[in-house]
């Protein structure tokens, strides 16, 4: 919409009117009619010269007009000490928390349109997160952006983590004028890259709607102020606990009943085969949420224009970057603009290489999985806790499941090694029980025998990758299966024979390390969270220590009772129980 004039902030708030302010003409809570009369809320930020401009969008549940700096104070000032560049060109009023700058994007001539999703922030109705009634207001609202007389037509998809995921899921309705989407660290499978690892519930989602989506739902008379309008980031009038309630999908308790995969899950998860909008689906090595779903994502979609980039450091950083704006700005200049920005130069894939000194080695590539892969299998082997390139005679070890498990390690490298791409293990394992959680992880040591750790997305001091699986989980979905990436039905349980082995196919999540000689890498098998040794101090998210293992913890007493996960579990190796871990090795170029 279009003001008169310039006018206070809190007066455009209220009255929907525009304000001019920072080089930007800002409306301030749009009204969005959705089909059923509902009505959402959207801040627009456009440039102030008249003309029409393609937009970048985002709709979700964590309060458009909070401030970065005041929501995730944490986060911000790690980001701000670390990262200096994401200053600048910006005056930081307007950062909002996973969405772009916009005093970064209107000078270039962009519009940004944030919008509160139903029942969160300043838009009223049922909080129903990532559901199928969420993506059809998306829908609309992309339609409604695309349609605006200051609109060129052509609407792009910015945005990291929630503003990643529902990119899948909207991108799949076909709104005639979504024009791109860049989902930047988001998972596309509810079950298996959020709510179940390998079947095993993650702790994450319920400790995660209580903190960032209830506590800014629509009425729940949460007095933060946006500092830009003086008003409160929750409309509404106040409702009580129980009103609040009645109002919101109880999704802890929906993730905790459904262990299985079910319709439920698929209705928030992506037809990826139904995405034919340019895509550049942008990764973290690092993830233990979303880095599958960028992966798989990408070569899910039956988009003929798709790109790859994956990246390394804290969840929160590279989207603000210079390098990530910079990518991202060369992506849309190109589709929603029509500008030569260089992108037609861009490979397919690019990938930052992990050195073991924290440092990243940029590399462009053709494809994903790398053709050149040599697929490795190293054998576990009992009777000596080596990874060797033989299976070696039958031996097995048995491990308390809630205990430090089993570590398997290579002789050091002669050579320099590269180990870049999803991985996988066949383990060969019996229980005490009548079930079993397997967590698998790939280490590095250095020469003196430290483990090497990188920053990960929610970890100061994270491992390589890893990998999980709950025994009674194991059947195959035999079309979907590769040699590298097990996919499991979750359809049904088989429960065990307590002492009666089975083979056990686990999905390792894509990974890259450049190792020098001299190194070893390793793998450890665990029945709980890996952690690292000693007392800490570890530092904290939601509570929740972080040992290497981030904030992505598999630990509910509910799914995980003590007397069926704590038993004792015995894993087999050589003879006719070869375990194995298959690693994609890329030959070292000279």
Same mark, same amino acid.
């Given at each position: 919409?279009?003001?008169?004039?310039?006018?206070?902030?809190?007066?455009? +708030?209220?009255?929907?009117?525009?304000?001019?302010? $920072?080089?930007?003409?800002?409306?301030?809570?749009?009204?969005?009619?959705?089909?059923?009369? &509902?009505?959402?809320?959207?801040?627009?930020?456009?440039?102030?010269?008249?003309?029409?401009?393609?937009?970048?969008?985002?709709?979700?549940?964590?309060?458009?007009?909070?401030? /970065?700096?005041?929501?995730? @104070?944490?986060?911000?000032?790690?980001?701000?000490?670390?990262?200096?560049?994401?200053?600048?060109?910006?005056?930081?009023?307007?950062?909002?928390?996973?969405?772009?700058?916009?005093?970064?994007?209107?000078?270039?001539?962009? #519009?940004?349109?944030?919008? $509160?999703?139903?029942?969160?922030?300043?838009?009223?109705?049922?909080?129903?997160?990532?559901?199928?009634?969420?993506?059809?207001?998306?829908?609309?609202?992309?339609?409604? @952006?695309?349609?605006?007389?200051?609109?060129?037509?052509?609407?792009?998809?910015?945005?990291?983590? %929630?503003?990643?995921?529902?990119?899948?899921? #909207?991108?799949?309705?076909?709104?005639?004028?979504?024009?791109?989407?860049?989902?930047?660290?988001?998972?596309?499978?509810?079950?298996?890259?959020?709510?179940?690892?390998?079947?095993?519930?993650?702790?994450?989602?319920?400790?995660?709607? =209580?903190?960032?989506?209830?506590?800014?739902?629509?009425?729940?008379?949460?007095?933060?102020?946006?500092?830009?309008?003086?008003?409160?980031?929750?409309?509404?009038?106040?409702?009580?606990?129980?009103?609040?309630?009645?109002?919101?999908?109880?999704? =802890?308790?929906?993730?905790?009943?459904?262990?299985? $995969?079910?319709?439920? %899950?698929?209705?928030?998860?992506?037809?990826?085969?139904?995405?034919?909008?340019?895509?550049? +689906?942008?990764?973290?090595?690092? !993830?233990?949420?979303?880095?599958?779903?960028?992966?798989?994502?990408?070569?899910?979609?039956?988009?003929?224009?798709?790109?790859?980039?994956?990246?390394?450091?804290?969840?929160?950083?590279?989207?603000?970057?210079?390098?990530?704006?910079?990518?991202?700005?060369?992506? /849309?200049? !190109?589709?929603?603009?029509?500008?030569?920005?260089?992108?037609?130069?861009?490979?397919?894939?690019?990938?930052?290489?992990?050195? #073991?000194?924290?440092?990243?080695?940029?590399?462009?590539?053709?494809?994903?999985?790398?053709?050149?892969?040599?697929?490795?299998? *190293?054998?576990?082997?009992?009777?000596?806790?080596?990874?060797?390139?033989?299976?070696?005679?039958?031996?097995?070890?048995?491990?308390?499941?809630?205990?430090?498990?089993?570590?398997?390690?290579?002789?050091?490298?002669?050579?320099?090694?590269?180990?870049?791409?999803?991985?996988?293990?066949?383990?060969? @394992?019996?229980?005490?029980?009548?079930?079993?959680?397997? *967590?698998?992880?790939?280490?590095?040591?250095?020469?003196?025998?430290?483990?090497?750790?990188?920053? +990960?997305?929610?970890?100061?001091?994270?491992? &390589?990758?890893?990998?999980?699986?709950?025994?009674?989980?194991?059947?195959?979905?035999?079309?979907?299966?590769?040699?590298?990436?097990?996919?499991?039905? !979750?359809?049904?349980?088989?429960?065990?024979?307590?002492?009666?082995?089975?083979?056990?196919?686990?999905?390792?999540?894509?990974?890259?390390?450049?190792?020098?000689?001299?190194?070893? *890498?390793? #793998?450890?098998?665990?029945?709980?969270?890996?952690?690292?040794?000693?007392?800490?101090?570890?530092?904290?998210?939601?509570?929740?220590?972080?040992?290497?293992?981030?904030?992505?913890? !598999?630990?509910?007493?509910?799914?995980?009772?003590?007397?069926? %996960?704590?038993?004792?579990?015995?894993?087999?190796?050589?003879?006719?129980?070869? +375990?194995?871990?298959?690693?994609?090795?890329?030959?070292?170029?000279?």
């Amino acid at each position: 919409m279009r003001g008169r004039g310039a006018v206070s902030a809190s007066e455009a +708030s209220e009255s929907g009117e525009s304000v001019v302010a $920072d080089g930007m003409r800002i409306d301030w809570d749009v009204a969005i009619e959705m089909d059923d009369g &509902i009505v959402l809320r959207a801040d627009v930020f456009r440039p102030i010269d008249e003309g029409r401009y393609p937009v970048i969008m985002t709709l979700g549940p964590y309060a458009k007009g909070l401030p /970065f700096q005041t929501g995730y @104070a944490g986060m911000w000032k790690t980001i701000e000490s670390d990262y200096p560049d994401v200053l600048n060109g910006s005056s930081n009023k307007y950062q909002n928390w996973e969405t772009c700058d916009p005093e970064k994007w209107v000078p270039d001539g962009y #519009v940004c349109v944030r919008v $509160d999703s139903r029942g969160a922030g300043r838009s009223p109705g049922y909080l129903d997160v990532y559901s199928p009634r969420e993506n059809l207001d998306y829908y609309h609202c992309i339609e409604w @952006a695309g349609t605006q007389n200051w609109s060129n037509g052509k609407v792009g998809l910015l945005g990291i983590s %929630y503003y990643a995921v529902n990119q899948w899921l #909207v991108a799949q309705l076909k709104p005639p004028h979504l024009a791109a989407i860049c989902p930047f660290e988001g998972y596309q499978d509810f079950y298996r890259e959020c709510n179940r690892h390998g079947g095993i519930l993650n702790t994450f989602m319920p400790e995660w709607f =209580p903190v960032q989506v209830m506590s800014v739902q629509h009425g729940n008379g949460s007095n933060v102020i946006n500092p830009n309008t003086g008003v409160p980031v929750v409309g509404g009038e106040e409702l009580s606990a129980a009103e609040l309630a009645s109002n919101r999908n109880d999704l =802890p308790e929906e993730l905790r009943s459904r262990e299985l $995969d079910d319709q439920w %899950y698929r209705d928030r998860s992506a037809d990826l085969s139904k995405i034919t909008v340019p895509l550049l +689906s942008a990764a973290s090595w690092t !993830h233990s949420l979303h880095a599958r779903g960028n992966f798989e994502g990408f070569l899910g979609v039956a988009s003929t224009e798709k790109w790859l980039e994956v990246h390394g450091l804290e969840h929160w950083t590279v989207f603000y970057t210079d390098y990530g704006v910079a990518l991202q700005k060369r992506f /849309f200049g !190109h589709f929603l603009k029509g500008v030569d920005t260089g992108w037609q130069d861009q490979p397919p894939v690019s990938l930052n290489l992990r050195a #073991v000194d924290g440092s990243f080695v940029q590399r462009g590539e053709q494809e994903w999985p790398l053709a050149r892969t040599e697929w490795t299998k *190293f054998y576990l082997t009992a009777a000596d806790a080596k990874l060797t390139r033989e299976p070696g005679a039958a031996s097995s070890l048995e491990f308390e499941a809630l205990g430090d498990g089993l570590t398997f390690l290579s002789e050091p490298l002669a050579e320099p090694m590269e180990i870049t791409g999803p991985c996988a293990a066949k383990l060969f @394992a019996s229980s005490s029980t009548a079930d079993a959680d397997l *967590f698998v992880v790939i280490r590095v040591l250095d020469p003196e025998g430290n483990d090497v750790s990188f920053i +990960s997305a929610q970890d100061p001091r994270g491992i &390589i990758t890893k990998g999980w699986l709950r025994a009674s989980h194991r059947k195959l979905d035999r079309t979907k299966t590769l040699p590298y990436r097990p996919y499991h039905t !979750h359809d049904e349980k088989l429960s065990l024979i307590p002492g009666e082995q089975v083979e056990l196919d686990v999905e390792i999540w894509p990974t890259s390390v450049l190792i020098p000689a001299g190194y070893r *890498f390793g #793998v450890s098998v665990l029945g709980r969270d890996f952690s690292w040794s000693g007392d800490g101090p570890w530092p904290q998210i939601y509570g929740i220590d972080m040992r290497g293992d981030g904030i992505f913890h !598999h630990n509910d007493r509910s799914d995980r009772p003590e007397a069926v %996960y704590g038993g004792r579990t015995t894993l087999y190796t050589g003879g006719e129980s070869p +375990s194995y871990l298959l690693l994609p090795v890329i030959p070292v170029q000279a």
